[in-house]
């Protein structure tokens, strides 16, 4: 359990985090999406769907790696459903994406949320946030003219909305923080991108600030941890889960992370690495 001020927190979060910041992109463990193009978008709601089950990040990501290697994420493509690329796509996932789900289903997803997205909202999701917040660019909130009342109605409407393409569900949170995270929704308050994930766990549990019993207590604990000592607010916990925790490094970790000195892993990596505790 952390014995520092609690409420330094957040702010030494953000400071051990801002060097990862990637305007205009989301950087995963392996992979870059341009969020700043209409295929850059669509491939992040692909990488939404894929991540939407109990699998391994770096699996999904192989998954997605191959498809978009194939050409089998290009929209325009994708919205022409050839049996031939509807056919390679289920072979890739059969052989890759080892998750105890119906994979099929996956794919008829993906061809389903492409056509839906072309029918409903020009083949992009950025259609959908400007609808939500009626602005026609990546303005700020004091150009928009929007009241906070409004900003958050807005953004329950966007979640919503997202919550519309198949098999997205609770990751429609997830892809409101990456987008503000990459700064290109900067209307969409942080209250509507909290989303527990594997990245924001690992930091709480190291931290002490959660328990490692069941999820469900686990979420239960988060939110109230989030909201008291981080404002509420998952990117800069993502980010730190995300570049620095996933590598299992303590050597990255007493370099780069500002929260190191009180981390459990502190106390179970030194004697397989060297380092003292």
């Known amino acids: 359990m952390l014995d ?11 400071m051990c985090t801002e060097a990862y910041a990637t305007p205009g992109s989301y950087t995963g463990m392996n992979i870059t999406i341009d969020l700043t193009s ?6 992040l709601v692909v990488l939404a769907l894929l991540l939407a089950a109990r699998i391994s990040e770096s699996v999904v990501e192989r998954t997605f790696h191959l498809l978009r290697e194939s050409g089998l994420l290009e929209f325009e493509r994708v919205l022409k459903q050839r049996l031939a690329d509807v056919a390679q796509t289920q072979d890739i996932l059969q052989a890759e994406y080892r998750a105890l789900i119906n994979r099929n289903r996956k794919v008829m997803a993906i061809y389903a949320n492409a056509k839906w997205l072309a029918e409903h909202h020009q083949g992009d999701i950025q259609h959908i946030y400007e609808s939500c917040f009626k602005v026609t660019s990546q303005a700020g909130e004091e150009a928009a003219g929007m009241t906070k009342a ?6 329950g409407e ?10 997205i569900d609770s990751r429609a949170r997830w892809m409101c923080r990456v987008m503000r995270e990459a700064e290109v929704w900067p209307l969409v308050p942080v209250q509507a991108t909290v989303y527990f ?5 690992c930091v709480l549990q190291r931290q002490g600030l959660i328990t490692t019993g069941q999820l469900q207590d686990q979420l239960q604990d988060a939110e109230e941890v989030i909201e008291r000592l981080f404002d509420g607010d998952t990117i800069g916990l993502s980010r730190l889960g995300r570049f620095v925790c996933q590598k299992h490094d303590p050597l990255l970790c007493e370099d780069k992370c500002g929260l190191y000195e009180y981390c459990s892993y502190r106390q179970t990596a030194p004697e397989q690495n060297g380092l003292a505790p």
């Open 4 to 14: 520092q001020p609690q409420k330094n927190l957040a702010r030494l979060v953000w």
């Open 158 to 167: 966007l979640t919503q909305r997202l919550r519309q393409l198949h098999q």
């Open 38 to 43: 209409q295929q850059g978008r669509w491939e």
């Open 197 to 201: 994930d594997r990245h924001v766990r």
């Open 150 to 155: 409004e900003i958050a109605a807005a953004a």
